[in-house]
């Protein structure tokens, strides 16, 4: 990235076309929002001809058809397949100061980026590889003493510096995928990894096309799901399938500080957290996009502040908790999710009390992976 600024800004789909074995360097490009819904008509012709049969056929025999559906569907498609044919992916120089880093994620609406080391000319590869939001909550949990006391390591530090100290603590590979790798292994690998976002990488030049993430991935079979079979399955309630996180409920109080929140999502690895009231009862969700917030209102500083003030002083003010319960339909929390376009619902019983988290994980495991009897989500809440 020859005179490129640490930040660099590239469309996907262009990135795939290269064949250069070092990475080119990165033009300037407009800009788009991510994850829109623009698909060339050729895409959905395609899925269209592959038909209904194409989801069904080769079943085990006596077994219901049902089951298998997204599963093939998901066999059947690629990870080219699912990345937009316009978006945006945030690149970092590794020279760049981690704080400025973290502004820039806020400012682009991204929760992680790529690392460019412009030493070597090329992509930070093993054994990390990205900078996510979790850099950002390790950083203020590790170093953070009192309001009193500025954190040195996040003004000071560049990305390369926290990568060094990040190393001595981490056993953490790049884990990545090819375009041509099918959306199940994808599926497959995130849920292993117990992560969530992979890069989707040209093996030609190098280059990262994507981060595709399970978001992304269930919008992909939302938006042609009208196009195969819809399972029986979908309307049994969500308490008959069991689908979800229902055994220690991480939660946070609302009276508890910031730093209590940061605690819970470092040592139980959880990405939300139902805040809740003396009663018991769920008031809101903080999760760990949330924390990105604070470098973009600067009070990273004040760690002190309780739950309820965090809440209170958020830029982009939701209504209520996105909830569901035990008698609502597979398929209709299915619609809310990807409409809402969020990674989980709480699910409360009907004085809203925290009963279960249902996310997106969940939702791939029960509908892709189990039905290929791979069971990969136990014990972890998203």
């Known amino acids: 990235m020859p005179g490129a600024s640490p930040v660099g800004l590239v ?6 076309c290269s064949s250069s074995s070092a990475m080119e360097p990165l033009a300037e490009v407009p800009l788009f929002e991510m994850d829109q819904d623009e698909y060339e008509e050729e895409d959905v012709l395609a899925v269209r001809s592959r038909g209904a049969s194409s989801y069904t056929h080769g079943l085990p025999a006596g077994s219901d058809p049902d089951t298998f559906i997204y599963m093939n569907f998901m066999k059947s498609h690629c990870c080219y397949d699912a990345i937009p044919t316009s978006s945006k992916l945030v690149i970092f120089d590794t020279t760049l100061q981690v704080k400025k880093a973290f502004f820039a994620l806020v400012a682009n609406g991204v929760r992680a980026a790529p690392l460019w080391d412009n030493k070597l000319k090329c992509f930070v590869g093993e054994p990390y590889c990205m900078l996510t939001i979790t850099d950002f909550i390790n950083i203020l949990h590790r170093y953070y003493k009192s309001p009193l006391v500025q954190i040195y390591e996040l003004e000071e530090h560049k990305i390369e510096t926290w990568r060094e100290i990040y190393l001595e603590y981490s056993i953490n590979r790049l884990i990545s995928i090819t375009p041509d790798a099918s959306l199940f292994d994808a599926i497959y690998s995130l849920l292993k990894n117990k992560i969530h976002r992979l890069p989707v990488i040209d093996p030609a030049s190098g280059n990262v096309l ?28 969500i308490c008959e399938v069991e689908i979800g996180t229902f055994k220690q409920i991480a939660t946070v109080q609302e009276s508890a500080s910031v730093y209590d929140a940061l605690t819970v999502f470092v040592e139980r690895r959880v990405s939300a957290l139902p805040v809740v009231n003396e009663q018991g009862k769920v008031v809101a969700l903080y999760s760990r996009f949330d924390v990105i917030n604070l470098a973009a209102q600067k009070n990273y500083n004040n760690l ?5 003030e965090a809440i209170a002083s958020r830029a982009c003010w939701m209504e209520g908790v996105l909830k569901c319960y035990p008698h609502e339909t597979l398929e209709t929390i299915i619609d809310r999710i990807a409409k809402a376009e969020v990674h989980r ?5 009907s004085e809203d009390v925290v009963r279960g988290i249902v996310s997106l994980s969940d939702l791939l495991q029960a509908l892709v992976l189990t039905p290929a009897d791979i069971y990969e989500r136990s014990c972890f809440q998203d």
Do not use: A
């Open 11 to 16: 469309s996907q789909r262009q990135t795939f």
């Open 210 to 237: 994507h981060i595709l993430t399970h978001k992304r991935i269930l919008k992909f079979l939302h938006i042609f799901g009208s196009m195969i079979p819809k399972p029986r399955f979908l309307q049994k309630r």
């Open 304 to 308: 002190n502040m309780t739950m309820r």
């Open 345 to 349: 619902l709480v699910l409360v019983d």
